[in-house]
């Protein structure tokens, strides 16, 4: 069966600008791996150096066929301090754009990927009275370098930034971590679609580019029976962020595994061989159940799959997996449901939040000496993009 796909179809692959970049002193997450080490959290230290290794990344994306590439900017470098901005910084992030559209790449720009100033959040966070106008202050800065960038995100799968934040506040009131089972915390989802709804209309007037955010969709699945706890939990996690999205001009959507709900709530991933590197239940038709589900909620708003991707060492299961998931989407377009793009996660093998161990890149990377080796599944997946076609 020849499954094609619309003319202009972005296919690429995505990264986040700390997971690869290299000694983002100024983060909370670079904070969080020096107070946490004890408790098992790695350090991402250089990363993959991509701050110096930005073109070699782009270029390998480029010459196996892919045509977009998504990354971060990373708030702390821009702002260091409140109020100060560098130059020289927002002068790297524009050399980034411009790489990009000279390899004859489009460029996806995220503003916010999980990270923020130390000074952010001594300031209180996303709770604080001033943190929409802080967050806007720094996206004033940031469209000053993003001319001809036709696709923006503003914030990274705000559900699951709730759900950090939220334990970080349980913290400090002095409740225990919680480990398994963490919801979004509401208050902070509703600062971040507070911050959203600021920003985006901004960027929009500013650059002309399409402006959305990207939501890390659960494809959670009722037991039978229970179904009220299911659009309970469907609510909490999915839909609260994807309402909003109706007035953006896409919406992304993030995919990897599938859960059931019981009267209970989420049900655990259950052990079995065939789990991720992650933990995760190996579910390849989740990114379809994702793509519907969004549809519903949206309407007739644009989907770019923004991430997508397993955590393997087996390069073989990356590609049956990406299959998989391709097929259903390509369903989904057929449907009509209105798919933009498929971008990758994640291009590069990189520092998993906490973690080395958990391998989704399309390249892996020898981190002493920063040496890209790009797998099978790259070509594979660059094939596809040059024939636009399964």
């Given amino acids: 069966m020849d499954r094609t796909f619309p003319e202009g179809f972005l296919w690429g692959a995505s990264t986040a600008a700390h997971q690869i970049e290299g000694n983002n002193l100024n983060n909370d997450w670079w904070q969080l791996e020096h107070v946490a080490a004890d408790f098992g959290v790695q350090f991402s230290g250089d990363a993959l150096d991509s701050y110096h290794r930005y073109e070699e990344d782009m270029r390998l994306l480029a010459e196996a066929g892919l045509n977009a590439y998504r990354f971060s900017i990373e708030w702390s470098r821009i702002e260091p301090s409140p109020g100060k901005f560098s130059r020289a910084e927002l002068a790297h992030y524009r050399r980034m754009i411009d790489a990009a559209i000279r390899l004859g790449i489009t460029p996806v720009v995220s503003l916010h990927h999980f990270t923020h100033p130390i000074w952010f959040g001594d300031n209180g966070a996303w709770l604080a009275d001033d943190a929409t106008d802080l967050f806007t202050r720094y996206v004033e800065q940031a469209c000053t370098i993003l001319d001809g960038v036709r696709w923006v995100c503003t914030i990274n799968e705000p559900n699951v930034l709730a759900v950090n934040h939220g334990q970080q506040r349980r913290i400090a009131e002095g409740k225990d971590y919680q480990f398994v089972g963490a919801l979004p915390d509401v208050e902070v989802g509703e600062a971040l679609i507070a911050a959203h709804r600021a920003v985006a209309p901004l960027i929009r007037e500013a650059v002309g580019a399409n402006v959305g955010w990207t939501v890390a969709n659960q494809a959670l699945v009722p037991?039978?029976?229970?179904?009220?706890?299911?659009?309970?939990?469907?609510?909490?996690?999915?839909?609260?962020?994807?309402?909003?999205?109706?007035?953006?001009d896409f919406v992304g959507v993030q995919s990897y595994t599938s859960q059931m709900v019981d009267d209970d709530g989420i049900v655990p991933h259950p052990e079995h061989p065939d789990n991720t590197l992650m933990g995760w239940a190996y579910r390849p038709d989740?990114?379809?159940?994702?793509?519907?589900?969004?549809?519903?909620?949206?309407?007739?708003?644009?989907?770019?799959?923004?991430?997508?991707?397993?955590?393997?060492?087996?390069?073989?299961r990356r590609i049956a997996y990406t299959s998989a998931g391709l097929r259903d989407m390509h369903q989904a377009i057929e449907s009509g449901?209105?798919?933009?793009?498929?971008?990758?996660?994640?291009?590069?093998?990189n520092f998993e939040w906490g973690r080395w161990d958990p391998t989704f890149g399309l390249i892996a990377v020898d981190r002493s000496t920063f040496e890209?080796?790009?797998?099978?599944?790259?070509?594979?997946?660059?094939?596809?993009?040059?024939?636009?076609?399964l």
Avoid at 223 to 245: F, I, T
Avoid at 287 to 293: E, N, P, S, T, Y
Avoid at 337 to 349: A, E, F, M, P, Q
């Fill in 337 to 349: 449901i209105d798919v933009r793009g498929y971008l990758h996660w994640s291009l590069l093998d």
């Fill in 286 to 316: 989740a990114l379809g159940i994702a793509l519907r589900h969004t549809h519903e909620v949206v309407g007739d708003v644009p989907i770019v799959v923004s991430e997508h991707g397993i955590a393997t060492a087996d390069d073989e």
């Fill in 223 to 248: 037991v039978p029976g229970s179904e009220a706890k299911h659009a309970e939990m469907q609510h909490l996690w999915e839909d609260m962020y994807l309402e909003p999205a109706r007035d953006d």
């Fill in 372 to 389: 890209r080796r790009p797998k099978p599944s790259l070509g594979w997946l660059g094939r596809v993009a040059r024939a636009n076609s």
